[in-house]
């Protein structure tokens, strides 16, 4: 989405992958239409993964991949190990064959996604036990774990692609890599560490299949604030920011540069934001951690059309709320590990906690939940109950039929004989013309549409006389729709015929 290109005249390509509608980057103008987010429902098995082994003091930092090849979820995750953790952040002794790793890589898998096995290993020793889940520990540590469908090709050809931030002798945090055909063996990197300069928080890589470079997300070398000044800032609220580092490997980023920080309405901190991508976007799961005394994290959502301008919506609404006083994340919710996507359904697995992070980490044992919402449900444009409108930008019609997501909203359905208010939905397609403004194309207008208000992650859009858009396929044009008590998310084009 280049929007630059876009204000010089050219429409945007969007090709068949999913338009999410959710700011400017995709949509021209709205009338009448509010954006709404959508909180995922929690599982009602939550937690469905806790410390439960003797190396494990605490989990987090969790990834899960649906392995469609095995058959089985596959997760990696952070464990903690207290006591190391106090001997090289307290103590400054960089020594852990001698007192073990602060953050170390723990491997399980699952048939469901929500019973977790944590297979005891050969050959992966921790300490005094011989068999473990721990598949890998770096060389001082490994931290932030990232793991991903490796696109690299070459010499570094394997399944999965891992990035953990691990330390060097001296302290300095370095950027690390691994590969692995199976989940379990990895090897590193001979080119590790592929940077070094890494601040502490959970790093996390992305790749951009449409601009064709590297995002890693972290946090900043340099900020505006400094401690230990008479009147100025705390360290709870000027290191934490997240930055960006571009490049087009993994081996040659240049320098982090800031791209969120707390605005005015905001928690004092942005802990981290783990980044993925969706069709159209970018969507970044943000921890904001609150001030003391408990420093409490909340799960937000942001989203961006580039990777590096970001936007959250105004009123700053929590994505997942904490759980109710008896929870496992009745005192934070942080560190939503990337999207799963079964069926029509995606899945995100996050860090719950019944403390913040001021309660102190050995007795603010953390655990992994699981929520759920239908696909690229983030944030829906919805129409009043009077009626609205939303027009997209420009684009190129890459495919005949046109696909909505839409729902209806809370306390309507679409039968007219009990809605309060009937929903309504229609859709008109405008070109430019002679005139020199946009206008309807004959028979794709609003009074023609004969598309339903209903509650479908994929809805086909259809005229009285024209069961898609072939005539259009390849032409530059506008989309209105009409949305009365009804949300839309996103469209996309469709090949006919196609899933």
């Given at each position: 989405m280049n929007l630059e290109s876009y204000c010089a005249g050219e429409p945007l390509e969007v090709g068949t992958e999913t338009v999410l509608l959710?700011?400017?980057?995709?949509?021209?103008?709205?009338?009448?239409?509010?954006?709404?987010?959508?909180?995922?429902?929690?599982?009602?098995?939550?937690?469905?993964?806790?410390?439960?082994?003797?190396?494990?003091?605490?989990?987090?930092?969790?990834?899960?991949i649906y392995d469609d090849e095995a058959g089985v979820f596959r997760m990696w995750y952070a464990g903690t190990d207290w006591n190391a953790w106090m001997h090289q952040f307290r103590f400054k002794d960089w020594q852990a064959e001698r007192h073990g790793y602060p953050y170390f890589v723990c491997y399980a898998e699952s048939l469901d996604g929500v019973h977790w096995d944590k297979p005891m290993l050969e050959g992966k020793p921790y300490g005094q036990y011989e068999k473990t889940n721990v598949v890998v520990t770096g060389q001082q540590k490994a931290q932030g774990v990232r793991v991903m469908w490796n696109p690299l090709g070459g010499v570094q050809?394997?399944?999965?692609?891992?990035t953990y931030k691990d330390n060097l002798?001296?302290?300095?945090?370095?950027?690390?890599?691994?590969?692995?055909?199976?989940?379990?063996?990895?090897?590193?990197?001979?080119?590790?560490?592929?940077?070094?300069?890494?601040?502490?928080t959970w790093q996390n890589m992305v790749f951009d299949p449409v601009r064709e470079r590297w995002l890693?997300?972290?946090?900043?070398?340099?900020?505006?604030?400094?401690?230990?000044?008479?009147?100025?800032?705390?360290?709870?609220?000027?290191k934490r920011r997240t930055a960006v580092m571009v490049g087009e490997t993994p081996y040659d980023f240049g320098q982090p540069r800031v791209v969120m920080w707390p605005e005015e309405v905001d928690d004092p901190d942005i802990d981290h934001m783990v980044v993925s991508r969706v069709g159209s976007h970018f969507i970044g799961f943000v921890g904001m951690m609150g001030p003391p005394p408990h420093m409490a994290f909340h799960l937000h959502l942001a989203?961006?059309?580039?990777?590096?301008?970001?936007?959250?919506?105004?009123?700053?609404?929590?994505?997942?709320?904490?759980?109710?006083?008896?929870?496992?994340?009745?005192?934070?919710?942080?560190?939503?590990?990337?999207?799963?996507?079964?069926?029509?359904?995606?899945?995100?697995?996050?860090?719950?906690?019944?403390?913040g992070q001021a309660q102190g980490n050995r007795n603010n044992v953390s655990g992994i939940g699981r929520a759920q919402f239908l696909q690229d449900r983030f944030v829906a444009q919805m129409g009043a109950h009077t009626g609205g409108f939303l027009l997209t930008r420009e684009m190129v019609v890459a495919a005949?039929?046109?696909?909505?997501?839409?729902?209806?909203?809370?306390?309507?359905?679409?039968?007219?004989?009990?809605?309060?208010?009937?929903?309504?939905?229609?859709?008109?397609?405008?070109?430019?013309?002679?005139?020199?403004?946009?206008?309807?194309?004959?028979?794709?207008t609003l009074a023609d549409c004969t598309t339903q208000a209903v509650d479908l992650v994929?809805?086909?859009?259809?005229?009285?006389?024209?069961?898609?858009?072939?005539?259009?396929?390849?032409?530059?044009?506008f989309l209105r729709f009409y949305l009365k008590n009804v949300g839309l998310y996103s469209l996309r084009f469709r090949d006919g015929g196609s899933g």
């Open positions: 959710i700011d400017n980057a995709t949509v021209e103008d709205r009338w009448g239409v509010s954006r709404v987010l959508n909180v995922p429902i929690k599982d009602p098995h939550n937690p469905v993964l806790m410390p439960d082994r003797p190396w494990e003091d605490s989990v987090g930092q969790q990834n899960v050809q394997s399944r999965f692609l891992m002798a001296e302290g300095y945090g370095c950027l690390c890599l691994a590969y692995s055909d199976d989940g379990i063996h990895w090897r590193e990197d001979p080119s590790n560490p592929a940077f070094i300069g890494l601040r502490d890693m997300f972290g946090r900043p070398v340099c900020t505006a604030g400094v401690g230990d000044v008479p009147g100025g800032p705390t360290e709870h609220n000027f989203f961006s059309s580039d990777g590096l301008h970001w936007n959250m919506l105004p009123d700053r609404s929590v994505y997942l709320p904490h759980g109710g006083s008896d929870a496992f994340d009745s005192g934070s919710t942080s560190g939503a590990g990337g999207i799963v996507r079964m069926g029509n359904t995606d899945f995100i697995y996050y860090r719950g906690s019944r403390h005949p039929e046109l696909i909505v997501n839409t729902t209806v909203a809370d306390g309507y359905n679409s039968d007219p004989a009990t809605a309060i208010v009937p929903p309504e939905f229609a859709v008109e397609v405008l070109r430019f013309g002679e005139s020199g403004a946009p206008s309807p194309v004959p028979g794709f994929e809805h086909k859009v259809t005229w009285k006389n024209k069961q898609d858009m072939a005539e259009l396929v390849g032409r530059p044009v």
